[in-house]
């Protein structure tokens, strides 16, 4: 009896350490992930589409693509080059952002260009990556916002909604106004290895009477770790959009985002 005892007390130990799980690994940062990302030479690749109506009616429809370059500390070039399928937005087909300056083409942007000229430079860099992303996720201080105020992460795909008060304050910066209390809600898709697969955001500006405005840009992101490098234009191909003088029918800055254009 004792010997039956005792071999019991042995299978069931061993059944015990058998059916105990094992032990999971803790889910990856997203912002840790995104950091380790940051070496000069290396980016990743995006592609988007951005659309916009008022009272309905689209305004802007618009499809991009390009890439980001990476320093130390984060996004050091951009390239974006967008189709305007049916656009009023100030977007030009264009975009290179490198040196702490900005290079456009087309669009508006191409007119009164003196004579051989074929782009418009801003001294300027819109911000993160993207015209139409009206939330920066390259800025980790924003990233982390996104996964905090997240109401969930089913999938690895964080879902939630901020102000621009929220985003303004994660740059340490204070905003007061209507502005500040328009809300952006949003999808964040990570893979498995904590990158950023897709951003999916959308705003609403409700002028009352004037009438409603409403934004929706997805993009998605690929390619990470990839060689990218960012250059700016030959300097004979550019002019200063300050050399074009007052009567210049240009847009004296570019627009951070979509938003921006329907905002103030």
Known sequence: MKRFLAGLATACTATLVIAA????????????????????????????????????????????????????????????????????????????????????????????LPEGKKWLRYSDSPAG???????????????????????????????GEISYKDIAKAYGSKLTGPVSKIKVSYALGVNG?????????????DFGVLGKTVGVTETRYTGWGSRVSVKAPAESTWVDANDLGEDASVPEEIPQSAFDVYAY
């Open 21 to 112: 799980p094992a032990a999971q690994a803790a889910p990856i940062d997203p912002v840790k992930a995104l950091r380790k990302q940051y070496v000069p030479g290396h980016g990743v690749r995006f592609t988007e589409t951005a659309r916009t109506t008022v009272n309905g009616k689209t305004m802007a429809n618009e499809k991009s693509s390009g890439r980001l370059a990476f320093g130390k500390s984060g996004v050091v070039g951009v390239d974006v080059s967008t189709k305007n399928r049916r656009s009023t937005s100030l977007s030009p087909d264009r975009l290179i952002s490198v040196g702490g300056h900005t290079y456009v083409q087309g669009g508006i942007y191409g007119k009164d």
């Open 129 to 159: 990556a993207t015209m139409n992303q009206p939330v920066d996720v390259f800025e980790p201080k924003v990233l982390r916002l996104l996964l905090t105020k997240a109401k969930s992460s089913k999938g690895g795909t964080y879902k």
């Open 193 to 205: 290895k904590g990158l950023i697969t897709q951003l999916r955001t959308s705003w609403t500006l």
